[in-house]
């Protein structure tokens, strides 16, 4: 059978290749542990901030068979329930041999930073900076411009010696010099890529359905967004990526990895699938299998 234990270039050591998406997650413990549990290669947090967040007023989430659209305002708790949650699932985690990555955002660098100072008490094994969340009306988005993207990566490497991974939006001009701008400001990786602005709208009320009436877009109508921008990222860069949106099966994984991903996210698919960790891992070794690929990193895009 061919191995799906992998690294996150020289970051992490992987039982397997996928990981638990930020923002699926209600803020506490057990849901980190339930991921490590059902088979996740790593575990992320929902993203928390210093003050924490009530977030927005429903209905925050619509779906169907192609796409989820959520704006659930990034709720949490602060970063300091968030770090006492996070220390017991890097405890109950490591167990399992599957590290943990908490995730960060703020209003400004410095708030990112102190943030990161906070979580990283808890001893995660990365810190991903959420500078590309959706829903929050700009005041948490710093991924559109070089200059913001560089601001709170420097912000956060000087605040913690844990390795920052930078996670970046798809509705961008030139991803790969945002990537770029991480990466020489000192990104250890990139998580690409955050949901895609969407709306939904109910024609017989003639309103959004979101009481945000912006949402964030997953799931598999994001596939080929998220394959487009993993691979230019890759092109750019020489820091590992973690390829996350809209992968559902075993050959998503597959085609996310060639795409350029040293890891793979996996979030909107639980709404599609019970055990998804396990059925994509069944599915990817398969597909290993079936094109003769032994290991992870023989899943290599072929020029
Ligand atoms: C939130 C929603 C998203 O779709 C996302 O990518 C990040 C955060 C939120 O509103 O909490």
Request: aromatic share 4%; net charge positive; charged share 20%.
């Amino acid at each position: 059978m061919p191995s799906l234990e992998t690294n996150l270039g020289k970051l992490l050591k992987l039982k397997n290749p996928l990981i638990l998406a930020s923002g699926i997650n209600d803020s506490n413990a057990a849901s980190l542990i339930r991921g490590a549990k059902d088979g996740a290669g790593a575990v992320t947090s929902k993203s928390c901030n210093v003050k924490g967040r009530k977030g927005h007023d429903p209905p925050v989430l619509i779906s169907n068979e192609h796409y989820i659209l959520n704006a659930m305002g990034l709720p949490n708790p602060g970063a300091e329930k968030m770090r006492d949650e996070l220390a017991l699932a890097v405890k109950e985690c490591a167990k399992l041999g599957v590290p943990v990555i908490a995730s960060v955002f703020g209003e400004s660098a410095e708030e990112f930073a102190e943030a990161a100072q906070i979580v990283a008490e808890a001893k995660p094994a990365l810190i991903e900076a959420d500078i590309s969340c959706p829903n929050t009306m700009n005041k948490t988005f710093f991924s559109d411009k070089p200059e913001s993207v560089s601001a709170v990566t420097r912000a956060m490497k000087n605040a913690t010696k844990i390795p920052i991974s930078v996670k970046l939006a798809p509705n961008v001009p030139s991803l790969s010099l945002l990537a770029k701008a991480a990466e020489d400001a000192g990104a250890d990786c990139i998580t690409a890529i955050n949901t895609m602005p969407g709306m939904a709208i109910d024609p017989i009320a003639r309103r959004p359905i979101l009481t945000n009436k912006v949402g964030g877009m997953s799931g598999p109508a994001l596939k080929p967004i998220s394959l487009r921008c993993v691979y230019e990222i890759s092109r750019a860069v020489k820091i590992p990526i973690i390829g996350t949106g809209g992968i559902i099966t075993g050959s998503d994984a597959a085609e996310m990895l060639v795409a350029g991903a040293s890891a793979v996210g996996v979030g909107s698919a639980f709404y599609y699938r019970r055990n998804s960790f396990k059925l994509i891992a069944e599915e990817l070794e398969k597909v290993m299998k079936e094109n003769g690929c032994s290991k992870i990193s023989d899943l290599r895009f072929q020029e």
